[in-house]
C-alpha cells in the first residue's frame, strides 16, 4: 500500500518530457509545488540523473538537489553553492544507479578492500560505510525505501574496491522494481518534445 501510495503521487504530477541528446528528460510538478526532474538513457532505459528542488519560505525557487547522477559541475548558475570547494583529492560520494541495484561510487579511497566495512542501521534507515583505519566514514539513506516505506536488509548490502574507488551496491527490492518498470512504461508514452514546452498527460 505505501509503494502505491508514492506510485499515486507520481502518477498524479504533471510531467513534462523532452528527447534530447540520447536522453529522455522528464519533469514533475507535485502537488506540494516541489520538482523532480529525471534522465534516462534511451537506449538502455538507466537512470542517469534525479534531481530535486522546492521552494524557499518565501516562494523563491531553491537549488537542485542531486539525488542520482554526478554533482553539478561550475557554473556561474552554481558559484554560490562552490564558494566552499573541496580538494579534488578528497573522497567524492555519489550514486549511479543500475536497472537492479541502487548503487554509489565513492572516488579517491585508495586503501586495500579490507579496510573497509558497510552496515545497515535499521533504526536511524541508513547505511554506514568505515574504515577500520578511521580515514573516511559516511552514512546515507536510500530515499527510493523511505518514499515506499520499505524496510533496510542488510544481505541487500555488497561492496567492492577496484581503481581507488568503492562501489557499494544494495539490491532493489521487487517493490521498486516493479514500481520502476511501471513508471518506465508509463514515460515512454509521454509525447517528448525538443523544447520541452508541451504538458503531457498521464494514464
Aim: glycine share 4%.
Amino acid at each position: 500500500m505505501a509503494v502505491q501510495c508514492w506510485a499515486d503521487i507520481l502518477k498524479s504530477s504533471k510531467k513534462t518530457a523532452l528527447i534530447h541528446d540520447g536522453k529522455r528528460k522528464i519533469h514533475y510538478l507535485f502537488t506540494d509545488g516541489k520538482e523532480m526532474a529525471e534522465e534516462y538513457d534511451l537506449n538502455t532505459d538507466e537512470l542517469i540523473v534525479r534531481k530535486w528542488r522546492s521552494k524557499s519560505p518565501l516562494g523563491a525557487e531553491g537549488p537542485w538537489q542531486i539525488e542520482v547522477g554526478e554533482p553539478f559541475p561550475t557554473t556561474v548558475g552554481t558559484l554560490e553553492s562552490e564558494v566552499i570547494k573541496e580538494n579534488c583529492s578528497n573522497p567524492v560520494f555519489l550514486r549511479k544507479d543500475t536497472k537492479t541495484s541502487f548503487q554509489w561510487r565513492v572516488r579517491n579511497l585508495p586503501y586495500p578492500s579490507d579496510v573497509y566495512n558497510l552496515s545497515v542501521e535499521p533504526a536511524e534507515r541508513c547505511c554506514i560505510i568505515r574504515t577500520s583505519n578511521k580515514k573516511y566514514f559516511k552514512k546515507f539513506n536510500i530515499p527510493d525505501l523511505d518514499r515506499n516505506l520499505l524496510p533496510l536488509d542488510s544481505s541487500a548490502l555488497s561492496f567492492t574496491h577496484a581503481n581507488n574507488t568503492l562501489i557499494v551496491t544494495y539490491k532493489k527490492p521487487k517493490e521498486v522494481l516493479t514500481l520502476e518498470h511501471e513508471l518506465l512504461r508509463e514515460l515512454k508514452k509521454l509525447k517528448g518534445t525538443n523544447e520541452g514546452d508541451v504538458d503531457c498527460k498521464t494514464q
